[in-house]
């Protein structure tokens, strides 16, 4: 779905509980309630295939502003510091850019989610504490610029970042404005793609709420994952969680398996490979027409 200014993930999977009827939903990635754009949702049966999702590359469009950074990296957060960015360059914020572009070490907003000895980061810095997250590694595949427009002592970049999951993109927009010594939030931030699935499979909730339009578990799945065309037989075995001959060219693992799928399209299973055989992970109840 397109997710909407303002609401938070957890608000969404409220609103498709109700839509869908069913208790049973679940996302694929947390977005910020000032972030708009592409969150997978999944309904009854499909949930299980949100694990899968999680980890796949993320593709967002942003706005940077240099000149200025917040206590949370972005406009919902008081400024705590600015600097003119007069004496800064197109080409010196090309050269900000490739340095945060690429396999590197990024330091989560200190307002972010993770948890911190039990509790979520945000809610420390809430209470007053100061908070310090470690270093993690993650890979910005693309981070190009599109317009750098400026405004007296401002600078607003408009930018489209390609990631691996788990980056910050509020984090890219601080380190940008610190990296070139005048500091740097996020004023804007729309996600994309998330893995395979893009705006233009994305609905609104105005729209699902008229018709609840989604896309099938089975599709879902060839989209996202390996696939593997099973004959009669080994939809039999699968069905009844039995192993069956390895994939050809093998490799699949728990973490990433095949999707396997009967003679008349219907998901079976998700398949890992273990020397000569393929034993399914996941084994889905026959007619599976389960949305997701």
């Known amino acids: 779905m397109d997710k909407p200014q303002g609401w938070t993930s957890h608000d969404v999977v409220g609103r498709m509980r109700r839509l869908a009827g069913t208790r049973k939903v679940g996302h694929a990635g947390t977005l910020d309630p000032m972030a708009t754009g592409v969150l997978v949702v999944g309904i009854n049966k499909a949930t299980r295939l949100l694990t ?18 917040t206590v949370t990296d972005d406009a919902e957060g008081d400024v705590t510091s600015g600097s003119t960015t007069s004496g800064i360059t197109d080409a010196d914020i090309a050269v900000g850019v490739s340095r945060l572009t690429g396999a590197i070490e990024q330091i989560p907003s200190s307002v972010s989610a993770i948890k911190v000895n039990g509790e979520r980061a945000y809610a420390r810095v809430r209470s007053g504490e100061e908070v310090q997250l470690a270093a993690r590694p993650v890979t910005i595949h693309r981070f190009d610029v599109h317009a750098v427009r400026r405004q007296r002592d401002l600078a607003d970049v408009d930018v489209t970042v390609e990631c691996s999951s788990g980056t910050y993109i509020r984090a890219l ?14 004023t804007a931030l729309r996600r994309t793609r998330v893995g395979p699935y893009g705006l233009e499979q994305a609905h609104s909730l105005e729209q699902l709420a008229e ?15 390996h696939v593997r065309e099973l004959s009669l037989a080994e939809a039999t075995e699968l069905s009844f969680g039995r192993r069956i ?11 990433a398996p095949a999707a396997a799928f009967h003679p008349d399209g219907s998901l079976v299973a998700l398949l890992a490979d273990a020397g000569n055989y393929a034993k399914p992970v996941l084994v889905f109840e026959p007619n599976t027409g389960s949305p997701a």
């Open 52 to 69: 899968y999702i999680v980890g796949t590359s993320k593709t967002y469009t942003a706005t940077i502003r240099l000149g200025q950074a």
């Open 173 to 186: 927009a601080r380190d940008l404005g610190s990296g070139l010594g005048v500091g740097g939030h996020l």
């Open 211 to 225: 018709r609840l339009d989604v896309l099938d578990m089975a599709d879902a799945a060839r989209a996202l994952m």
């Open 245 to 255: 001959p390895a994939s050809p060219g093998g490799g699949h693992t728990a973490s």
